[in-house]
């Protein structure tokens, strides 16, 4: 009978935990994929690689909310079966208040795992794998963005403007290419974008190639030339960030830095040096020990099972519980600043949900007998 109301009240807050993290992660991703939309609109890529690199970010958000959900799934569940008196079938089937406290840690632990097996692969792999989409991209909508008497600077390296834009036809056409080699200077009465299978050209007519690289001035007319715009690279980051990069290699990294003492070396695609100690801090703190806190949420929201529905002090105490379960969440966004501060600092903060959660779990024994 306990394993059967047990793996009842496991299901219900599991349940709600998918509908909640879900309903958050869908809105959290619906605001972002708004701003992704000058992948598009400012760096020229195509609507595929916004969908798919939109889409790959979704695991990150719901990492991300992933502890502030567990607590409103749990709060919630709890607080409803103590309204509804159903608390009561646990007290009549012979469980203590400390052995229901220890099965929902027993089961924040399964969660604990999910985070972290989530924060530790899951979510490197799919940011990198969404900075793919934009290394691998062409520059689909480039040519839609060209617009008359507008400076266009969206491709690295390359600034055009022109006076007339009809469909695809240009008139009065000026072009800087601030290659570091060899700038130059293109002045066009006309031209043109042609595409041959996935590449654009820029068709240029009856104009002038001003060469001024290496303090040397050259010119020289032309009737025809093409500028391949498949050989310019887009403006949008596409080198891996360290929330992209393997946790493997980043541990590797802050190894080097911390205890062989190395100034600079690559790993992987990871360029590792002291200047980046601090983010590297943060984002392996962020994976391996910021899931710790789902313990100490689960055993703050166990709180609310202390007075009965009927208690008068039962509503102040929901308050204070919900109050103390949000001050935690952000508690531990909070932390991820300050695990780099110092190594004092960054002991301190790893240590943060581990000790609090065994002062609170003792006080909650201790309130236990003083309830009953």
């Not at 990150?60 to 992933?66: A, E, G, H, V």
């Not at 569940?77 to 208040?97: A, P």
């Not at 989530?118 to 900075?131: E, G």
Request: charged residues 15%; contains cysteine.
């Amino acid at each position: 009978m306990k394993k059967i109301i047990f793996n009842n009240l496991f299901k219900e807050i599991v349940l709600f935990f998918i509908a909640c993290s879900i309903t958050l992660t869908l809105i959290v991703w619906i605001l972002q994929a708004v701003n992704f939309l000058d992948i598009v609109s400012e760096d020229g890529h195509s609507l595929s690689t916004y969908f798919m690199y939109s889409f790959m970010n979704i695991p990150k958000i719901f990492n991300k909310l992933l502890l502030l959900s567990f607590f409103l799934s749990l709060f919630y569940i709890l607080t409803v079966y103590e309204d509804r008196n159903q608390t009561l079938i646990f007290w009549i089937n012979g469980i203590s208040k400390s052995q229901f406290l220890n099965s929902l840690i027993y089961l924040s632990f399964l969660f604990l795992i999910f985070s972290f097996f989530l924060s530790f692969f899951i979510v490197p792999f799919t940011q990198d794998k969404a900075r793919s989409f934009i290394r691998s991209s062409s520059l689909d909508f480039f040519p839609s963005l060209i617009k008359p008497k507008k400076f266009i600077d969206t491709v690295e390296n390359l600034t055009i403007f022109l006076d007339e834009k009809n469909k695809n036809s240009l008139k009065n056409i000026i072009i800087k290419d601030s290659n570091a080699s060899n700038s130059q200077l293109i002045i066009a009465k006309q031209g043109f974008i042609s595409s041959n299978e996935d590449k654009k050209f820029l068709n240029l007519n009856e104009g002038i190639i001003i060469n001024y690289g290496n303090q040397n001035l050259t010119s020289f007319n032309f009737e025809k030339t093409r500028l391949n715009l498949s050989n310019y690279s887009t403006k949008t980051t596409v080198t891996p960030k360290i929330q992209e990069t393997k946790s493997k290699t980043i541990i590797k990294c802050i190894k080097l830095l911390y205890f062989d003492n190395q100034m600079i070396k690559k790993i992987e695609n990871l360029k590792c040096q002291k200047n980046i100690l601090k983010n590297l801090t943060q984002e392996i703190y962020k994976r391996v020990f910021l899931p710790f806190y789902i313990p100490l949420i689960c055993i703050i929201s166990c709180f609310v099972i202390l007075k009965s529905s009927s208690h008068s002090g039962y509503r102040a105490l929901k308050y204070k519980v919900f109050l103390l379960g949000i001050f935690f969440v952000i508690l531990a966004q909070i932390s991820i600043n300050l695990v780099s501060l110092s190594s004092f600092f960054g002991i301190a903060t790893i240590l943060i949900p581990i000790v609090i959660s065994t002062i609170v779990y003792f006080f909650f024994m201790i309130k236990m007998k003083g309830e009953s």
